[in-house]
C-alpha cells in the first residue's frame, strides 16, 4: 500500500484514512464486498491511533460507501452509484426584466424565522466559527485605539485593512495598488458600486444561469436587464454561449463567479478565467467578478483572481469577509482599477464608509495569522460536510435526483426529477421549520422551478440529518 498519512497536510488525519479506503477501491486493491484491513492493522501500519481509523471507517459508513457489520469488521459497500450532475440550462434568446422580489422576500423571512433550520442560507462561517477568535481581536482593538476606533473612517477604507489584502493578492501571483481599492459594506455593496460604475437604468447585464439571486435583485433595484448565460457545473459559465450573445447583443457588463459559483460550486478552471477576461476585453465589456467564495477552496489551491488577466484594466474584482469569518460585520471590497474616481464617488453618496471598528478588528484577525489558520478548519470541514450531505441527500430523494458535486462554498444545489415543483417543496418544508432556497430565485426566467439549493455551512447536528431527510420524504410524495 503504497500510502502514508501526513500531518502537514490539509486534511484531518481521518480524512486520509478515507482517501486510502477510496484510493484501495479505485486502483481495485479492495474490490465490493470485500472486508476492510481491521482497525488495529490499519491504525499500525499508517502509525496513527485506533480512534482515527475508526473515525474514518465510521465517516465512510456514513456516507454508505462501506458497512459494518456485527462482530465481523467493515465491508467495502456492493456498489457505489454516483449520482448525475445537474444539467446545465439552455441558452436564453433575450434580455428579461427581473422580478423576483416577492419570492426572494419569503425566503428572507423563512431562514430569519426563529427555529427554522436554516439549509436556504449561505452562511459557510456557521460550519466554523471564527467568534471566540474575532471576539478577542476586537477586545484588544478597543482597549489600544479607544474612541478612534469607533469614529468616521477614512471613506474608501481603514489603510491597513487595504495593506493586507494587497499583500494576500500579492500572494496569488497578484499586485494591487491599494489606492484602486475601496472598502465596502459587503460584496453586495460592492457589486452595487460596480455595476453602477458601468451601467445605468435599461442596460443589459450578462449574468451566469443559475445566479446567486442577490445579483438579480440588484440588477432589478437599479433598473437593468439580466441576460442570463448558461453555466457548466464543472467549468463554470459556457464561454461559446457568451461569446454568442457578444456578437448580437449590446451587453453593458458582465457579472461572474470566476472561481466558485453560488449556488451550482464550481470551480472556473484557470485556462478559462483567462479566456473570460480575454474575450470580455475584446468585446469590451468589463467584467464584474464577484469573488466571494474563493478562499472556500476544496482543490489544493486558491484560484487566481481574473483581475490577474487583465490587460485593459477593465475588470472589478468584489469580495468580502462574508463567508469566510464574519458576515456580520459588512465588510468587503472592490479593486477597479478603471473605475477608481466613480467608485469612491458612488461610495460616498450610498453609505459614506464602512465600520472602522470592524475594519481594524479584521485587519489585525489576518495580521496575527488567525484568519488564516481559521479558513484552513473551515475548508476541511465544509468538504465534511457537503459529502455527508451527498449522501443523505442520495439515499433519501426520489430516483433520478441530480446533485450537485461543488469544488468549493457551502451549497448543495439539487434537481428534482422531471414534474418535480421546488417551490411547492419550500413552502411544505416551511410548515416543518426547514428553509430552503427554492430554484426559482436563481433565474429571472423561471429556468429552475425544478432545482433547489440548501446548505451544509452549518453547525452539523442529528436535527440537520433529519432536515435532509424529511425534505426528501416531502419530494417523494410529489411522485406518489
Ligand atoms: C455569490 C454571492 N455574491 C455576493 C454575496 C453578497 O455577499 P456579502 O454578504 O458580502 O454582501 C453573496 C452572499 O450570499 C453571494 O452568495
Keep these: ?16 484514512v478515507i482517501n486510502l479506503v477510496r484510493q484501495m477501491r479505485e486502483q481495485g486493491t479492495l474490490q465490493p464486498g470485500e472486508k476492510l484491513p481491521s482497525l488495529r492493522s490499519l491504525a499500525a ?3 496513527v491511533s485506533v480512534p482515527t481509523v475508526k473515525q474514518g471507517y465510521e465517516e465512510l459508513e456514513r456516507l454508505g460507501e462501506i458497512e459494518a457489520r456485527p462482530k465481523s469488521g467493515y465491508y467495502l ?15 436564453a434568446s433575450k434580455a428579461i426584466a427581473v422580478k423576483k422580489q416577492s419570492l426572494i422576500e419569503q425566503v428572507y423571512d423563512a431562514i430569519h424565522t426563529p ?9 459557510p462561517v456557521a460550519a466554523y466559527s471564527s467568534e471566540k477568535m474575532l471576539a478577542r481581536t476586537m477586545r484588544r482593538v478597543m482597549s489600544q485605539a479607544g474612541q478612534s476606533a469607533i469614529n468616521y473612517g477614512p471613506m474608501d477604507g481603514f489603510a491597513p485593512l487595504k495593506r493586507q ?12 495598488d491599494p489606492a484602486d481599492l475601496v472598502i465596502t459594506n459587503g460584496a453586495q455593496e460592492a457589486l452595487a458600486i460596480a455595476l453602477q460604475c458601468v451601467a445605468g437604468p435599461g442596460d443589459i447585464i450578462a449574468v451566469e444561469s443559475p445566479c446567486y439571486f442577490g445579483i438579480l435583485e440588484l440588477i432589478e433595484s437599479l433598473g437593468m436587464m439580466a441576460f442570463e448565460i448558461p453555466l457548466c457545473p464543472d467549468d463554470g459559465v459556457w464561454l461559446d454561449d457568451l461569446e454568442q450573445v457578444f456578437k448580437t447583443q449590446k451587453i453593458a457588463a458582465g457579472i461572474f463567479s470566476t472561481a466558485i459559483s453560488n449556488p451550482l460550486g464550481c470551480n472556473m478552471p484557470e485556462q478559462n478565467r483567462r479566456a473570460l477576461v480575454e474575450l470580455m476585453e475584446h468585446y469590451q465589456v468589463p467584467l464584474i467578478e464577484d469573488d466571494v467564495y474563493s478562499d472556500l477552496y476544496f482543490s489544493e489551491h486558491r484560484a487566481i483572481p481574473a483581475q490577474a488577466y487583465s490587460r485593459k484594466r477593465t475588470v472589478i474584482t468584489c ?6 469569518c464574519a458576515p456580520g ?4 471590497w472592490m479593486i477597479a482599477p478603471r473605475y477608481i474616481e466613480q467608485a469612491k464617488r458612488i461610495k460616498r453618496a450610498l453609505s459614506c464608509s464602512s465600520s472602522l471598528i470592524n475594519q481594524w478588528t479584521l485587519s489585525e484577525f489576518i495580521a496575527s495569522g488567525d484568519y488564516d489558520r481559521n479558513m ?7 468538504l465534511l460536510h457537503r459529502d455527508r450531505m451527498m449522501a443523505i441527500v442520495k439515499q433519501s430523494f426520489p430516483q433520478n435526483t441530480r446533485i450537485s458535486c461543488p469544488q468549493g462554498g457551502g451549497v448543495l444545489w439539487i434537481e428534482l426529477p422531471p414534474d418535480g415543483d421546488a417551490t411547492l417543496l419550500f413552502h411544505q418544508a416551511l410548515t416543518h421549520k426547514i428553509s430552503i432556497a427554492p430554484g426559482a430565485i436563481f433565474s429571472p426566467s423561471n429556468k429552475y422551478a425544478r432545482c433547489f439549493r440548501i446548505s451544509y455551512g452549518l453547525a452539523w447536528s442529528e436535527q440537520v440529518e433529519q432536515s435532509i431527510k424529511k425534505l426528501g420524504e416531502l419530494a417523494q410524495q410529489q411522485y406518489t
Aim: aromatic share 8%.
Design 1 to 16: 500500500m503504497a500510502f502514508a498519512v501526513t500531518r502537514e497536510h490539509n486534511e484531518f488525519l481521518y480524512q486520509q
Design 45 to 47: 501500519k499508517l502509525s
Design 77 to 91: 459497500a456492493l456498489q457505489l452509484k454516483p449520482a448525475a450532475a445537474p444539467r446545465r440550462a439552455k441558452l
Design 115 to 123: 427555529g427554522v433550520v436554516p439549509l436556504g442560507i449561505a452562511n
Design 165 to 176: 489584502l494587497a499583500l494576500r493578492y500579492l500572494d496569488m501571483g497578484l499586485t494591487i
Design 319 to 324: 469580495s468580502s469577509f462574508s463567508k469566510t
Design 329 to 332: 460585520y459588512r465588510v468587503g
Design 376 to 382: 484552513k478548519q473551515l475548508r476541511r470541514t465544509l
